[in-house]
């Protein structure tokens, strides 16, 4: 699929957009169990506000879920060739994505 410069899915997607089904997975961060809303990676970068060029690496990589993310360390982020700065940008939204729980 091509890249667009709308993750919304109006005029062109990066990948899927939709959630799928609003469905809710289990994933761990410092060893604590927590309920996530199941968000494709494009969804999470939109609702987020992740940039494309962010987007657009983490979907030539192959991530599909918001909570695969979670699961992933810097060093792996770094081997897909995000800066320093996008990955405080991704850390940013991941944070506030598990505050929220993706809703």
């Known amino acids: 699929m091509a890249p667009s410069s709308d993750l919304s899915g109006k005029s062109g997607t990066l990948g899927e957009t939709e959630n799928p089904g609003d469905t809710f997975e289990f ?6 169990l927590l309920r996530v809303l199941n968000l494709t990676v494009s ?3 939109n609702k ?24 992933v360390s810097d060093t792996d982020l770094m081997a ?9 940008e991704l850390k940013r ?11």
């Open 27 to 32: 994933v761990s961060v410092d060893g604590k």
């Open 93 to 103: 939204a991941l944070k506030e994505f598990i505050y929220t729980g993706g809703a």
């Open 43 to 45: 969804a999470f970068c």
């Open 80 to 88: 897909i060739k995000l800066k320093k700065g996008h990955i405080a």
């Open 48 to 71: 987020y506000e992740i940039s494309l060029e962010i987007a657009e690496s983490l979907h030539n990589a192959d991530f599909r879920t918001a909570g695969a993310l979670l699961e």
